[in-house]
């Protein structure tokens, strides 16, 4: 009977230890203070709120190359800016956007100016047009939270499709356009970061709710290093390469202040052998929300990988 008991006894060591052993092999996790995680959150808060302010940018560039048409002349102009130009030089005109004061909603404060230089021939209706966008001191404050980003840099910007942003809905589907170039970003504790830039913009007009609105879907056209599908890459606030790929195109609604409502991106440092996945569209319970819809998100979704380590958190868009 004893040596019974002692066989069973054997028996329950050696599961117990193998599940031990098992459990310290690999190790899945929500709790994101057990290993570094820290980068990973910061490149992709970094990511998340310098595309918005790119694309908002690029977004006032594109309106003002466009003539009023169907809609009032300053309805899509940026708030508390000044727009003037200098005379033609060498057959090129270089056109100023100077902001001084909180965007149309409020939400932000912006400061320094956006050159865009165009060749005096060049029309930005037809397919192929190709202008020259220059950030200068561009520097966006978010109101809530007094963070802010500083933007030097030139961007080119091409109208692939051809067609004025106010045709949108009435006498073009969507506008397609490709945006490259190469962007320094020096954030307000002065740690800097360098982007490179490769993606294709497409607008469209859709109805949400009972109103029109703006939707714009982002697809990465970058390579470098080996990998495809690029929408950024270059050197973190940590001195570390990385590389953002858009495995499911971005879509950011004009009704949702442009944030990421749905759409997945794919962010690696290999150097430290860390990977996430980001999905966005999630709301405040962190429960995914129809891209369709018309509620906003607030926060998104980031699972991670580091070594043989791997977790999940959600982080809010702003």
Same mark, same amino acid.
């Given at each position: 009977?004893?040596?019974?008991?002692? =066989?069973?006894?054997? #028996?329950?060591?050696?599961?117990?230890?193998?599940?031990?052993?098992?459990?310290?092999?690999?190790?899945?996790?929500?709790?994101?203070?057990?290993?570094?995680?820290?980068?990973?959150?910061?490149?992709?808060?970094?990511?998340?709120?310098?595309?918005?302010?790119?694309?908002? #940018?690029?977004?006032?560039?594109?309106?003002?190359?466009?003539?009023?048409?169907?809609?009032?002349?300053?309805?899509?102009?940026?708030?508390?800016?000044?727009?003037?130009?200098?005379?033609?030089?060498?057959?090129? =005109? /270089? =056109? +100023?956007?100077? +902001?001084?004061? +909180?965007?149309?909603? *409020?939400?932000? +404060?912006?400061? $320094? *100016?956006?050159?865009?230089?165009?060749?005096?021939?060049?029309? @930005?209706?037809?397919? $192929?047009?190709?202008?020259?966008?220059?950030?200068?001191?561009?520097?966006?404050?978010?109101?809530?939270?007094?963070?802010?980003?500083?933007?030097?840099?030139?961007?080119?910007?091409?109208?692939?499709?051809?067609?004025?942003?106010?045709?949108?809905?009435?006498?073009?589907?969507?506008?397609?356009?490709?945006?490259?170039?190469?962007?320094?970003?020096?954030?307000?504790?002065?740690?800097?970061? !360098?982007?490179?830039?490769?993606?294709?913009? /497409?607008?469209?007009?859709?109805?949400?709710?009972?109103? #029109?609105?703006?939707?714009?879907?982002?697809?990465?056209?970058?390579? #470098?290093?080996?990998?495809?599908?690029?929408?950024? @890459? $270059?050197?973190?606030?940590? $001195?570390?390469?990385?590389?953002?790929?858009?495995?499911?195109?971005?879509?950011?609604?004009?009704?949702?202040? @442009?944030?990421?409502?749905?759409?997945?991106?794919?962010?690696?440092?290999?150097?430290?052998?860390?990977?996430?996945?980001?999905?966005?569209?999630?709301?405040?319970?962190?429960?995914?929300?129809?891209?369709?819809?018309?509620?906003?998100? !607030?926060?998104?979704?980031?699972? @991670?990988? =580091?070594?043989?380590?791997?977790?999940?958190?959600?982080?809010?868009?702003?």
């Amino acid at each position: 009977m004893k040596t019974n008991n002692l =066989i069973r006894l054997s #028996a329950i060591l050696v599961i117990l230890l193998g599940l031990i052993f098992t459990g310290c092999t690999k190790k899945t996790t929500t709790d994101t203070t057990s290993s570094n995680t820290s980068s990973l959150q910061q490149l992709t808060i970094d990511e998340n709120n310098m595309e918005n302010n790119s694309d908002e #940018a690029m977004n006032d560039a594109n309106a003002v190359l466009s003539p009023g048409g169907l809609l009032k002349s300053s309805e899509l102009l940026p708030c508390n800016a000044t727009i003037d130009s200098t005379p033609v030089h060498n057959d090129t =005109i /270089t =056109i +100023y956007i100077r +902001y001084h004061g +909180y965007t149309c909603n *409020n939400n932000k +404060y912006i400061t $320094g *100016n956006i050159e865009i230089i165009k060749n005096i021939n060049t029309n @930005w209706h037809d397919p $192929g047009a190709t202008v020259f966008v220059k950030f200068i001191d561009f520097k966006v404050t978010r109101v809530a939270t007094q963070k802010s980003m500083t933007f030097n840099g030139t961007k080119t910007f091409v109208n692939v499709s051809g067609g004025f942003i106010w045709q949108l809905g009435y006498q073009i589907q969507a506008l397609v356009q490709r945006v490259t170039g190469a962007i320094q970003v020096t954030f307000d504790d002065n740690s800097i970061k !360098t982007w490179n830039i490769n993606k294709q913009r /497409t607008l469209t007009r859709v109805i949400i709710g009972t109103n #029109a609105h703006l939707l714009l879907t982002i697809d990465g056209l970058g390579s #470098a290093d080996g990998y495809d599908k690029l929408i950024d @890459w $270059g050197v973190n606030r940590n $001195g570390e390469n990385f590389y953002i790929q858009i495995t499911q195109s971005v879509i950011m609604k004009e009704a949702c202040d @442009w944030d990421p409502s749905c759409g997945i991106e794919f962010f690696q440092i290999p150097a430290k052998h860390k990977s996430e996945t980001v999905t966005f569209g999630y709301d405040s319970s962190n429960n995914l929300l129809p891209c369709d819809g018309d509620i906003c998100p !607030t926060r998104y979704r980031v699972d @991670w990988t =580091i070594n043989n380590q791997s977790g999940t958190f959600f982080l809010p868009l702003h």
